[in-house]
């Protein structure tokens, strides 16, 4: 199991921002594409972005795109999520995920992701 440790969720008003961050140890996050999911209440869980090892490429939900930014500090081993302008359909509790082999491309399945933190909460109040 690759221990992945989100922080940085909270309560925000709309059009406010949030960081959150996806730490890990073991494993060099550089080196395996890195996501971001997210479930709200009742829904699935859905891809939110992705980055491959390296940084190379990075994609995005439509609904994030322009407002939501992945990135990673290799010499933290930590990947962030830099959410702007949120609205209240952003509230849901967001994972981190990682792919299990090294250099593998990016996916917006989460069953192609066999790791996962804990999750942590973001609230968009109106």
């Known amino acids: 199991q690759v221990p992945l440790v989100e922080s940085g969720g909270g309560l925000v008003q709309a059009g406010g921002s949030l960081r959150l961050s996806c730490a890990t140890s073991g494993r060099t996050v550089n080196d395996y594409s890195m996501a971001w999911f997210r479930q709200a209440p009742g829904k699935e869980r859905e891809f939110v972005a992705a980055?491959?090892?390296?940084?190379?490429?990075?994609d995005y939900a439509d609904s994030v795109k322009g407002r939501f930014t992945i990135s990673r500090d290799n010499a933290k081993n930590t990947v962030y999520l830099q959410m702007s302008n949120l609205k209240p359909e952003d509230t849901a509790v967001y994972y981190c995920?990682?792919?299990?082999?090294?250099?593998?491309?990016?996916?917006?399945?989460?069953?192609?992701?066999?790791?996962w933190g804990q999750g942590t909460q973001v609230i968009v109040s109106a």
């Open positions: 995920a990682q792919r299990s082999r090294p250099w593998t491309g990016i996916s917006v399945m989460r069953d192609e992701y066999p790791y």
């Open positions: 980055m491959t090892g390296g940084a190379t490429i990075t």
